[in-house]
């Protein structure tokens, strides 16, 4: 099964300017990539804007309304993801708990609805 | 129909139901089919057995049965995907079947079925009734009723759990290893929580409540069995049936409660007490001591043959306890432990210990202990003052009456 790992971090725990903070992949990343890698469950996964960058869009009425800034107000921001392909649930959140972001964020585990 | 029949009908239910279900989601992995299929069953059963006899194995009997109605259902649906179900179901046919020495059947899906239930990604409230749906076959009327919901909202709950195995892929499986020590501790958590509601309820007239207790103790033994050398599990199914041993004298016939020290002790059930004695030896043995263990050797201490109760012995069996599970109510029962053994005046001062407006705030058992010792100590109004508080808390009226008369005496 397919699931997408999403990364939940507080943006405002992060150092430095959004530019400059973590222009090289962090060493706990580097690690974790190179794990899944062999193990081989891998299909893709990206590193995230600042949520000061997001759109919001929603079509209400026919009508196209864009917002300022990201879906969800709650304490912690989506900082990324991981799209895997593993077992089940127990191996996706096996690998979740693998993530370094786990350890002072959280990681939301959500299945792919496969058409 | 004979009762003879109709009574062997029951007890394989009671004794196959769980794994007749649990056969039958493995082989079909669709939750409702493998219900439907297992009530075909036992429905078949009661029209079968008064003609034919008893088979001599129910339980392979039935599962038996139950497979072929999957494999029925297979063929009439035309989707590609049930085809495939029914390749599975058929091949699985030859495989696990009667073992040619006569034995008992191969696998025992049930334990698969438990970590499937009480999955961590379920909610607590949906492990619970999915528990009892699958594994003692209680229906969704009943299960509302043990939880006081509405059966509309037990049988959304029931969907929506069922729903969330197939979507998220939730494993049929008992979980590898480096995870099985936190799962089994989750399922452990499930079956406790069944004995403490059926318990809760064991001394009204609510016949399904109470049942609790019992499916508790059965899916409890149905564990040791499977998992021989979990010693928790020794442990839990110990403490259920030193608790269960006491039901009957826990109240009087007017419904009122008695305590222990003044509990008739022929109307314990001595065959649950030695049973309780010998899981929680064989635990001890396995030398993995935990939380289940320590409150069955608690509550040992309180079934024990001995004249007097040892205090000093359950105030260091509440020290350990309180090391791995810190928690107030530990920290209440272990200050009543030494007041028991050191006297009142050190129980009190372990009371003092506790917040008062914490975690404890609304439970009576706080101001009911300080009243018990306020009462030895002779403060008869500051112990009829706290008296008063836990009579205001406390929530079922056997209770009330109780602490109404410890405050008569009180105040006498």
Known sequence: MRYLLLIALDESAST??????????????????????ERGVLLGGERLRLTSDATTVRVRNGETLTTDGPFAESKEQLAGYFLVDCKNLDEAIDIAAHIPGAKDGSIEVRPIWEM | ??????????????????????????????????EECAQDAFATALERWPRDGIPRRPGAWLTTVARHRAVDSARRTRLGESKTREVAVMAAESDD????????????????????????????????????????????????????????????????????????????????????????????????????????????????????????????????????????????VALMLFHDARSAARVDDNGDIVVLNEQDRTRWDTAAIEEGRLRLDSATRLRRLGPFQVQAAIAACHVSDAETTDWAEIAILYDHLFAMTPSAVIALNRAVAVSMCEGPEAGLALLDGIAPDGELREYHLLPAARADMLRRLGRRSEAAEAYRRAFDLAGTDAERRYLERRLLEATA
């Open chain 1, 16 to 37: 430095g300017t959004p530019e400059e903070d973590g222009q090289e992949m962090q060493p706990e990343y580097a690690a974790f990539m190179k794990d899944m890698a």
């Open chain 2, 1 to 34: 129909m004979t009762a003879d029949v109709e009574a062997a009908v029951a007890e394989s239910f009671h004794a196959e139901w769980g794994r007749v279900v649990a056969t039958l989601v493995r082989l079909t992995s669709d939750w409702d089919l493998a």
């Open chain 2, 97 to 236: 079947g009667v073992r040619p020495d006569g034995g008992e059947e191969v696998p025992d899906d049930r334990l698969r079925l438990m970590f499937t239930c009480c999955h961590p990604a379920l909610t607590f409230e949906a492990q619970v009734a999915l528990t009892l749906r699958t594994l003692a076959g209680m229906t969704t009327p009943e299960i509302a009723h043990a939880f006081l919901v509405p059966e509309a909202t037990m049988a959304q709950r029931l969907v929506r759990a069922k729903r969330k195995i197939r979507n998220a892929g939730i494993p049929f499986a008992v979980p590898p290893p480096h995870q099985l020590v936190e799962r089994t501790a989750a399922v452990l958590a499930v079956i406790y929580l069944l004995f403490n509601e059926g318990y809760s309820a064991s001394s009204g007239s609510d016949v399904v409540r109470r049942s609790l207790t019992a499916e508790a103790i059965r899916l409890g033994r149905v564990i040791c069995a499977l998992m021989p050398d979990e010693p928790e599990a020794l442990g839990l």
